[in-house]
């Protein structure tokens, strides 16, 4: 199971952090991953905001947020943060964490419910 939350709405150049608890799963061969959906898109319209490897905790970040968004974990916690800062307006959307079996991929083994984040110009 996946619980995201942090989302809420912020003014361009602002700071929010999403967090995401996993509890159930055994997450040795997983990667934690989150993604923003494009409204009525499906699954073409799923974009790969940044990913963690949980073996190495090597990264990856989609394009547009290279720079200003930072995934970390609190192990003890069973907790993996988003950190998303100097938010833009184009930001907005509904995010959602979820496992991966590799950084990248479209198609996720399981998720949480989405937060949305709301960034006013």
């Known amino acids: 199971q996946l619980q995201a939350s942090g989302g809420g709405l912020v003014q361009a150049g602002g700071s929010l952090r999403l967090s995401c608890v996993v509890s159930?799963?055994?997450?040795?061969?997983?990667?934690i991953g989150w993604f923003r959906q494009a409204p009525g898109k499906g699954r073409e319209g799923r974009e790969g905001v940044g990913c963690i490897y949980n073996d190495d905790d090597s990264t990856e970040y989609g394009d547009p947020w290279k720079g200003r968004f930072t995934i970390s974990r609190d192990n003890s916690k069973n907790t993996w943060h988003l950190q998303m800062d100097n938010l833009k307006p184009e930001d907005t959307g509904v995010y959602y964490c979820?496992?991966?079996?590799?950084?990248?991929?479209?198609?996720?083994?399981?998720r949480g419910q989405g937060t949305q984040v709301t960034v006013s110009s």
């Open positions: 159930g799963v055994t997450l040795t061969y997983y990667a």
């Open positions: 979820a496992l991966y079996s590799v950084c990248g991929l479209i198609d996720y083994e399981y």
